[in-house]
Nanobody, 118 residues
């Protein structure tokens, strides 16, 4: 059974930083993609992805230059370093994973709350 576990969320002031992590268990994604999405209402939107092998990275325009995704394929773990946080970054952040053979994300974490507020 595949499980994705996110950690590290919380409350941070505008302009602050936070790092969240996600670890997958039950299978390897060393030839696949792990990603971060976020949801602040009804829509879940893409934030960042990292694809292995090769550490191919992509970001949503709204977070470019502020967020950094990184990861360790051998440990099935990814991180999202979030800097210069804004109130509009407040959301539930979800980790997702898929193999290189699929276009959809079949595996999702339970979500972790990030709140940016003074």
């Amino acid at each position: 059974q595949v499980q994705l576990t996110e950690t590290g969320g919380g409350l941070v002031q505008p302009g602050g930083s936070l790092r969240i992590s996600c670890t997958a268990s039950g299978r390897t994604f060393s030839r696949g993609t792990m990603a971060w999405f976020r949801q602040d209402g009804t829509e879940r939107v893409f934030v960042a992805t990292i694809t292995w092998p090769g550490d191919i990275i992509s970001y949503a325009d709204s977070v470019k230059g502020r967020f950094t995704i990184s990861g360790d394929a051998d440990r099935n773990t990814i991180y999202l370093q979030m800097n210069s946080l804004k109130p509009e970054d407040t959301a539930t952040y979800y980790c997702a994973a898929k193999s290189s053979a699929t276009s959809q994300y079949p595996y999702w974490g339970q979500g972790i709350q990030v709140t940016v507020s003074s």
